[in-house]
């Protein structure tokens, strides 16, 4: 049976009673895993408690930061400040020179591209090479396409479309997740995959960007920020213990 | 002889504030299905409504098994219901109502 991921679900901290119908309705949807979107300076206190809320409805929480870099200085100095602190690191990118940066950086695991505005979505041919090369992921949201109306989702459809087959061409992972700010717009895996054929993309290739995609990023970061992680494919099996 | 074609029933679960009735809960459908596949594709959906449980705000649909995702896709992209916020869950596809109610008892 698949385990399925929404890894961008957007529950607000501050309303706690709204956070937690939105986590129960997402474990009653079927989802397994969730990554919910945290400040770069939430506290440890903070996190047990969302931690809590998930253990109780039996669906598992990956910790995320998005960051938002106006330059790539920006980014390299967040990356380095606040990647050990958080499971999944998305960036979104506002300028060219943002995206080309997250792409070829290792540490970045979501690519995230603006939704409204199509001029900003810098995801072409070099941006996929780039990211090909260093594992990150591109992310689609689908709550965008349930909010936007007319020709606004029609030029969006349109355009990830073309991204969806230069990703495909170039290997680079798609990772499909909902970005829900309410739950009137969240929906169960079956049917976001059902809307992923909409920019015609087999339901089978989407039910995978909803499962094993997302928690292949998860489960690889999980394993680098544990102690036992030395670099890549060596970690510690066993500790001798003193007399 | 003619070929019977071959269909799909859907169970769906709506999440809504108002009061809704059958009549209601098909018009969004089938608009939603008109919006984002025109007359042709709603032509080729061939929605029908074959149940209703009102107290649970569950219905079951029938659509053409060719059409079967992108009536799905029109069912998730469902927002609203007489202009009102709502949201519209798939609970459970089969090609049998006795299948279906075996997959979700519910209904």
């Known amino acids: ?243 | 002889m003619i070929k019977r074609e071959r269909r799909r029933y859907l169970s769906l679960e709506v999440v809504s504030e108002q009061l809704l009735n059958e009549q209601i809960l098909l018009d969004a459908v089938q608009a939603s299905v008109h919006r984002l596949f025109g007359e042709y594709g709603a032509s080729k959906a061939n929605l029908k409504l074959i149940k209703t449980i009102l107290e649970k705000r569950q219905f079951v649909i029938c659509c053409s098994h060719i059409m079967l995702e992108y009536v799905r896709a029109a069912i998730a992209s469902t927002t609203e219901i007489n202009g009102k916020a709502a949201a519209i869950h798939v609970l459970g596809v089969s090609g049998t109502l006795r299948a279906l109610s075996k997959k979700t008892p519910k209904v």
């Not at chain 1, 929404?6 to 607000?12: A, I």
């Not at chain 1, 390299?76 to 990118?93: H, P, T, Y």
């Not at chain 1, 072409?124 to 989702?153: G, H, K, M, Y």
């Not at chain 1, 960007?209 to 970061?221: F, H, M």
Request: with cysteine; hydrophobic share 40%; charged share 30%.
């Open chain 1, 1 to 243: 049976m698949k385990r399925f991921a929404d890894l961008h679900l957007r529950v607000p901290l501050n309303d706690q009673p709204k956070a937690e119908s939105m986590i129960r309705k997402a474990s009653e949807l079927g989802y397994n895993l969730i990554g919910i979107p945290l400040s770069p300076h939430t506290t440890r206190e903070q996190i047990s408690q969302l931690r809590q809320i998930c253990r109780d409805t039996k669906i598992d929480l990956a910790t995320r930061v998005n960051f938002s870099p106006r330059t790539p200085k920006e980014l390299l100095q967040s990356l380095r400040r606040f990647r050990r602190k958080f499971e999944i690191v998305a960036v979104r990118c506002h300028t060219k020179d943002v995206a080309r940066q997250a792409a070829k950086d290792r540490r970045v695991d979501l690519l995230q591209f603006s939704a409204t505005s199509i001029r900003k979505r810098f995801f072409d041919e070099s941006e996929a090479e780039l990211a090909s090369q260093a594992l990150s992921a591109i992310e689609i949201e689908l709550a965008p396409i349930l909010q936007l109306t007319s020709f606004s989702r029609v030029r969006l459809l349109s355009r990830l479309r073309k991204e969806v087959t230069t990703a495909e061409r170039f290997k680079v992972p798609i990772t499909l997740s909902s970005g829900a700010t309410d739950e009137l717009l969240m929906r169960s895996p079956h049917d976001y995959a059902a809307l992923a054929t909409l920019f015609d993309w087999p339901m089978s290739s989407a039910l995978r960007a909803l499962s094993e995609t997302p928690w292949a990023t998860v489960e690889r970061n999980r394993k680098k920020l544990s102690p036992d992680y030395v670099a890549p494919g060596i970690h510690v099996v066993g500790r001798k213990t003193g007399d």
